[in-house]
Structures are given as structure tokens and as C-alpha cells.
């Protein structure tokens, strides 16, 4: 008679797991591959070892593994030798002369090596390994202390280091340092880790979207800065042009400056201002800065006074260009059962989302839409409330897009 267990775990804080993954050790039939006599590795994970240095964990394919042993990557075509062999039991670890298959090894003092190698004596034929999604659950983390603060970045760099699901960088809008995983459940246990592994203690928040700003429409205008005050003063005068550019161009600032109104070694001062003015509140972009006249005077002009002018004349064309808030527009896949399509499309809708279409992969639908990064922050668990946790989503950013006025008067608001 055959039978079907069921074990639950949560999502939330893993109660469960440790049954769930000691139960497959014990019920579930060792693995039996036909290698022919041959000795093949599958390279699965990587980390370095505070005293043995970088290793290289594998799954025995083969039938065994011996100390010693002469292998060839198939991706570089390159010989591996086997000079230190480990086997690890939860944080214990002891060399070992010889791993058997199915057996679960790690590999020292090897180079070049990287997930996904196929490790073989004779064979020609590459194991297949797992395709992992990318991460589509976003955390800002920051250091509990000014001590973890200083050792935040090299143990994030070492947990991260080669893995698929899990990557973390720095916001160029927000300034927040990102870490991305697959779920809320899959950050708490890094976080675990960073906590045992390197004595980094960190807090995780919900990030803040990366807005930025453009204009509306062309403004030109003018800005005299004059001031004396005994001695030497300040005087720099700029005439300037701002323009729309087309969304994803940047900033684009050109000089038109003809007879020496403004002197060259000055010119460097109006463009810092204009960057400042820009960079107040949301980075604006998307616009290009025509400085097109001016004035200066032989004594009282500076590099800082033309900086001043230059950020004033700034202020001024944009509250004439009226400025615009953008949001950065995410392309969100997703792949379920095909019970679940019409309550995802409705929710993805209500979320400001533009459904592009919909198609039918080895019997599930994938949908494809484009969705406001705001609107997603915490998908990943409203898609598992959705579809009984039997969908997936990728997302990617794609653009940015104008958040419509009534949606910006409010973000601007807080």
C-alpha cells in the first residue's frame, strides 16, 4: 500500500522544517545513478572557511570519490586535483579520505570554480543543475551598532558570495544598503547567519521606494548673484535653459557660453550648482541644463559665486517647468496554476498594474504584466495568500514612469 505524508511548516518563522527535512533523510530512497564506474561532482555551493580557506561543496554522482583523485572541470577544461576532502555535519566538520554516492563533500585548495561545475575522471556529459529564480523579496538592513557597521560589509559579501537566490547592493537613489531573497522567512535565516557566522547584528525594514523627479516643460531663466559686503565681494550671473529630455536620458548639461561672459575656469561652478539644485529633494533627471549667457565681474567673481547662480537660476526654472515625480516600473512574470488567473490579474490591477498578456507553460499561465515598484514591496507574500503558496513571480525594473498627480501630491506630502 502506498501513502502520501503531509507535513506543514510556516513561511513565517519555520516552525516545522526540522521535521519536514529530517523525515526526507529517513523515508526517502538514496540516490542510484548509472555512472558507469566513473567519478563525477556537481559543484552546488561555495563559502570560505575562516581557517581552511575557500572550499567547494559537491554531490557525488559517481561512484566514488577518492583523496588523491585527478579530475577535469568540463567548463574550463582544466584538471582539479583532489587534495582536501571534508565532510560537514552541521557546524562540525572532520577530513575524510573517501566520499561514497550520494554523499554531500566539500572540496579545499581548488581555483576556477564555480556553481554549476560538472567534476569528472571520464565522463563528457555536464549535470544538470537546478535553474534558481532570482530574488524578488527586497529588505533595507542596517548594522545594530557602530561596531557591526564596520564588519557589516565583508560578512555580507562572504554569505552572498556565490549564491543565486540571495544578492544585496546600494541604492544610487535611497542610499539603503538592498538585501533580496526569495521570502521573509529566507532573510530572517541569513540574518540568523550573519548573527552566528560573524557576530554582525542587523536590522531589516521595508525600503523606501527610489523616486526621482523631471520637469514638465522648457524654462529659461536668470539669476544674478551679487554681494558686498567690505573687501572683496561676490558677483557670477547666469542665464539659463532647462529642457525635458526623453525618460531614461539622464542629465545633460551644455555650455553655449560665446565671448567670455562667463570665464572658462568658472563653468565647472554653474554646473555644480545646477546639480545641486537638482539633487535637493528627489534626484531629479531626465532633463538637460543650457547655460546660454551671463555675466562676471574682473575682481569680485569666483568659482563660488558662479556655483550660488548657477544653483539659484536652477530653483527658479524649475518652479517655471513645474516639477514631475517619477517611479521606477517593474516587469513582474508570473507563473501559477491556472485556477488562480483571475484573482492574480484582478489583484495585479488593483495595484496600478498594465497587463502586457498571458500564455500556457507545461500547464501552467504565465502572466505578464508591468506594475508601479511601490505597489510590490510585499508581493511575495500576497501571492502566497492568493494561490495557497503554489505560484512564482519573477520581477525586473524597466523603466521609470510619471506618477499620476493625485498618487504624487500624497507621496510628497510625508
Do not use: W
Not at 301 to 326: D, Y
Request: glycine share 8%.
Amino acid at each position: 500500500d502506498a501513502f502520501s505524508p503531509v507535513f506543514v511548516s510556516s513561511v513565517e518563522d519555520g516552525k516545522g522544517l526540522d521535521v519536514l527535512l529530517d523525515s526526507l533523510t529517513e523515508i526517502v530512497p538514496d540516490f542510484k545513478p548509472d555512472s558507469g564506474g566513473r567519478s563525477d561532482l556537481l559543484v552546488f555551493n561555495k563559502l570560505s572557511d575562516p581557517y581552511l580557506g575557500k572550499l567547494a561543496f559537491v554531490k557525488v554522482y559517481g561512484e566514488e570519490l577518492q583523496e588523491g583523485a585527478s579530475l577535469r572541470n568540463l567548463r574550463t577544461d582544466q584538471e582539479v586535483d583532489v587534495t582536501d576532502l571534508y565532510r560537514y555535519l552541521g557546524g562540525d566538520q572532520e577530513s575524510v579520505h573517501e566520499a561514497l554516492q550520494g554523499d554531500v563533500v566539500a572540496l579545499g585548495k581548488l581555483d576556477d570554480i564555480a556553481l554549476g561545475d560538472t567534476l569528472t575522471d571520464t565522463g563528457e556529459e555536464e549535470i544538470e543543475f537546478v535553474d534558481f529564480p532570482g530574488p524578488v523579496y527586497d529588505r533595507a538592513v542596517n548594522p545594530k551598532s557602530r561596531e557591526d557597521e564596520s564588519k557589516m560589509s565583508t560578512a555580507l559579501k562572504e554569505l552572498v558570495a556565490n549564491k543565486a537566490t540571495i544578492t544585496y547592493h546600494r541604492d544610487d537613489v535611497t542610499e539603503e544598503m538592498i538585501l533580496s531573497g526569495m521570502g521573509a522567512n529566507h532573510l530572517e535565516i541569513f540574518k540568523e547567519r550573519l548573527k552566528n557566522g560573524f557576530n554582525v547584528e542587523i536590522d531589516m525594514t521595508e525600503p523606501n521606494v527610489p523616486y526621482k523627479q523631471s520637469i514638465a516643460k522648457e524654462a529659461d531663466t536668470k539669476y544674478r548673484h551679487k554681494k558686498q559686503s567690505g573687501g572683496r565681494g561676490q558677483y557670477g550671473e547666469v542665464y539659463l535653459r532647462l529642457s525635458p529630455l526623453p525618460r531614461g536620458s539622464g542629465f545633460e548639461f551644455v555650455n553655449e557660453i560665446k565671448g567670455g561672459n562667463i570665464p572658462t575656469q568658472f563653468i565647472p561652478g554653474v554646473e555644480k550648482g545646477i546639480q545641486e539644485a537638482l539633487d535637493e529633494e528627489y534626484p531629479m533627471t531626465d532633463v538637460k541644463a543650457t547655460v546660454y549667457d551671463g555675466d562676471h565681474h574682473p575682481v569680485d567673481s569666483s568659482e563660488m559665486a558662479f556655483k550660488i547662480a548657477g544653483r539659484e537660476a536652477c530653483n527658479k526654472a524649475v518652479e517655471q517647468a513645474g516639477a514631475i515625480l517619477l517611479e521606477p516600473i517593474m516587469k513582474v512574470k508570473v507563473t501559477t496554476p491556472g485556477d488562480f488567473t483571475g484573482d492574480i490579474i484582478s489583484d495585479l490591477n488593483g495595484r496600478r498594474g498594465r497587463i502586457l498578456g498571458s500564455d500556457t507553460s507545461e500547464g501552467n499561465t504565465v502572466i505578464n504584466a508591468e506594475v508601479p515598484q511601490a505597489e510590490v514591496m510585499n508581493y511575495a507574500t500576497r501571492l502566497k495568500s492568493l494561490t495557497q503558496a503554489k505560484a512564482s513571480f519573477q520581477m525586473e525594473f524597466v523603466r521609470y514612469k510619471k506618477v499620476p498627480s493625485n498618487i504624487a501630491s500624497n507621496i510628497l506630502d510625508r
